[in-house]
């Protein structure tokens, strides 16, 4: 028990909230990219047809994953990455995302599912494999 009360919840929940501020911004930007472009529309309409959306899905999702890994090691040098923080990222950054849920978005990259929430695991652990130690 003293183990998890002594991981970096603060940083790793305002890790997981940065993330979710860009993923925002890029649906924002994606969003009005998709409602004013017609040559953006034809290109997302083509990425989320059904073989290859999903998968486009999975990476988005695995890439959220290593991106909240990367703002944790340049921005947050003073948490010690291990095993148990990353384990740890992925409750904040699910929590996160069921807050993004909640808001009222244009166009969703990520979104709080199964799959989803396994492919940020994925992301965060591939990003976070030199600290497995």
């Given at each position: 028990?003293y183990r998890l009360r002594s991981l970096p919840w603060r940083?790793l929940l305002e890790v997981s909230g940065i993330t979710t ?50 703002i944790l090691e340049r921005f947050y040098p003073q948490v ?54």
């Open positions: 028990m940083s501020a860009i993923a925002i911004v890029l649906e924002i930007i994606l969003g009005l990219g998709v409602t004013q472009s017609a040559a953006i529309r034809e290109i997302i309409r083509f990425l989320y047809t059904p073989p290859l959306g999903i998968i486009i899905t999975l990476i988005a999702a695995a890439g959220f994953g290593v991106l909240a890994v990367y010690l990455i291990n095993n148990s923080s990353l384990w740890a990222l992925i409750p904040c950054l699910a929590l996160t995302l069921w807050l993004k849920s909640l808001l009222p978005l244009p166009f969703v990259l990520v979104s709080i599912s199964y799959a989803n929430v396994v492919a940020v695991l994925v992301g965060v652990f591939w990003k976070g494999r030199p600290y497995w130690r």
